[in-house]
């Protein structure tokens, strides 16, 4: 028997009262739940407040630990940076690993069945975290340049300047988006967070080592290493080659990878 | 309702879903039937759009899943309790969902009161839960928009007899006003006590299916006598199947024909009855007898 057909017999039902076709749910509903999804467990809590607290830590031991000399907004800046560019990271891939790994998404995308939906709002919900976080800590550490000054004495030195910020905060949404890529294309939450510190640790430590040992790479590295491609964001100008290298190593350090792990995303099985 | 039209599933050699067709109609309660790994929640799975099948269509209300515009307002799905952020407490669960539906906030406390969930266990983390409080919790998703069609798979799993005389009530009510129910189960007192229709699994396929009545008159006329070779003979001549199984002979035809029968061939009987008191139990087995994997021990 390989097909069977099964036809109930039919009593005549209570009919439920019709009711009018809902109304699709709209993106800005699905991004606000999934920002209300990043808060909402003690972990992403922590991980979010996390921002904040290192951001005064990091400014706090600025100010205790720098020589005078070299209290001006340039350390502050790389002082709060560098906690940020750590925690933003796991902010990304937990928001999408999570319903995998906690495996919320039976619900989620059976609440709203086009998997791209969702996954698009959680780009949103990273996106502004990303931008807030850095603002936030941005003016953590502006409050700490003056602190520090008037502390010891020292004019304050005001030595990075808005385009700057600015790259430097691009950087860091570049650097979530590699964990939102790792998210998606790994979907389980220790794999894709080991994975991103290999991408962004012993990565860049191999191919700095080949940079300096084999000439042949040395020319090539800013066309093919996409952590070096970044280094011109934190240097503070940007020119037209450089600009062109990004967008060569993001394609495909970044760009194909998220295209494929999105594929899967939509394809995979949810269990 | 709920139509499935020869929905398949293959993972590269194996077959886990084939070609099964059936429809659960409103007003009813159907249970889906079958051992472990029968292909009940990859075919659940494939209705709600979870797992791409490999061919057939399910549809909800006349739509595939995909096409309805805020599905928790059409179909209430239960897939797995034990599937939510173990670092969330119940209450937000819920509150993400209706949030996600655009349901009010008073929605929340009065689903939590409809699966009998305290305030105080609301505010636990889902990690502190019993399995029988995740299901509780999971009922309570499934029901929050108020949906026409339930779908859920092993729901009494983990609930103690009293959870599961609750929920018998509640999916019960819920077909009384026309509302449809699928629910799966691998325990058939479980199904036997609270579906209407029956739709049997094994190994990916419809063994069985029909109203729960239809499937226990099917059970034919159960018979003992001292002198089973002799009746048995006579029913082999009158051309009627049948089977043995502890010293009884369960017969493919109605008693009063086995009585003429036993009559005929002048055998005396010690029990004769129609063999539906032996419950759904025995049909399961039997139907699933060459589909399951430990088989039955004749």
């Known amino acids: ?271 | 309702m709920i139509k499935v039209e020869s929905l398949t599933k293959k993972y590269g050699g194996f077959t886990a879903v084939d070609d099964v067709s059936f429809t659960a109609q409103p007003g009813r309660v159907t249970g889906f039937l079958g051992p472990n790994g029968a292909g009940k929640s990859t075919t659940m799975r494939i209705m709600v759009g979870l797992t791409p099948a490999s061919s057939g269509t399910a549809e909800i209300s006349g739509r595939r899943y995909a096409d309805l515009p805020n599905p928790g307002l059409e179909v209430g799905v239960l897939l797995d309790a034990s599937a939510q952020h173990a670092g969330r407490t119940g209450r937000e669960i819920l509150a993400i969902a209706a949030q996600t539906m655009g349901l009010p906030k008073g929605r929340v406390d009065e689903m939590l009161d409809r699966v009998s969930l305290t305030p105080s266990e609301a505010g636990r983390r889902v990690r502190n839960y019993s399995l029988g409080m995740r299901q509780r919790l999971g009922i309570a998703t499934a029901l929050l928009g108020d949906p026409d069609v339930l779908i859920l798979d092993e729901p009494a799993n983990g609930l103690d007899p009293a959870g599961i005389r609750w929920m018998r009530d509640l999916l019960r009510g819920y077909a009384d006003q026309g509302g449809t129910v699928l629910l799966s189960s691998h325990l058939l007192h479980e199904i036997e006590v609270i579906a209407d229709d029956l739709v049997v699994i094994g190994q990916g396929r419809i063994v069985a299916g029909g109203t729960k009545a239809e499937l226990l008159a099917a059970a034919g006329t159960l018979v003992r006598t001292r002198d089973v070779p002799t009746l048995s003979r006579a029913l082999v001549e009158a051309d009627l199947h049948f089977s043995e199984s502890t010293g009884a002979l369960r017969v493919e035809a109605d008693p009063d024909v086995v009585g003429e029968v036993a009559l005929a061939a002048g055998v005396a009987l010690t029990e004769l009855r129609a063999a539906d008191g032996a419950g759904l139990e025995e049909m399961f087995l039997e139907l699933t007898a060459e589909t399951q994997r430990e088989g039955v021990a004749a």
């Open chain 1, 1 to 271: 028997m390989s097909a069977s057909t099964v036809e109930m017999a039919v009593e005549t039902p209570v009919a439920r009262p019709a009711r009018p076709t809902p109304a699709r749910i709209p993106l800005s509903r699905i991004v606000g739940v999934e920002f209300r999804k990043s808060f909402d467990t003690r972990s992403g809590f922590w991980l979010l407040a996390g921002i904040g607290i290192l951001a005064v830590l990091a400014t706090g031991a600025v100010i205790l630990f720098a020589p005078d000399s070299a209290i001006d907004y340039e350390t502050f800046a790389t002082a709060f940076g560098f906690p940020m560019a750590i925690i933003l990271p796991m902010v990304a891939i937990l928001s999408i690993t999570s319903e995998w790994s906690q495996r919320t998404g039976l619900t989620s995308f059976t609440l709203v069945p086009h998997r791209g939906r969702v996954i698009l709002g959680k780009a949103i919900v990273a996106l502004v975290v990303g931008v807030v976080s850095m603002l936030v800590a941005a003016a953590i550490g502006a409050v700490g340049n003056l602190l520090g000054s008037a502390i010891t004495g020292v004019d304050t030195v005001w030595n990075v300047s808005a385009l700057e910020l600015g790259y430097i905060i691009l950087a860091n949404i570049l650097g979530m988006a590699v964990g939102f890529m790792l998210g998606v294309l790994i979907r389980n939450s220790p794999g894709a967070i080991v994975a991103y510190f290999v991408y962004s640790l012993v990565l860049p430590t191999i191919t700095s080592v080949l940079a300096q040992t084999q000439e042949w790479f040395a020319d090539k590295q800013p066309w093919v290493d996409f952590n070096y491609a970044q280094g011109a964001l934190f240097d503070g100008s940007v020119s037209g080659t450089e600009w062109a290298q990004l967008a060569v190593t993001s394609l495909f350090w970044l760009f194909i990878p998220l295209t494929i792990g999105i594929w899967a995303v939509l394809r995979s099985e949810v269990k």
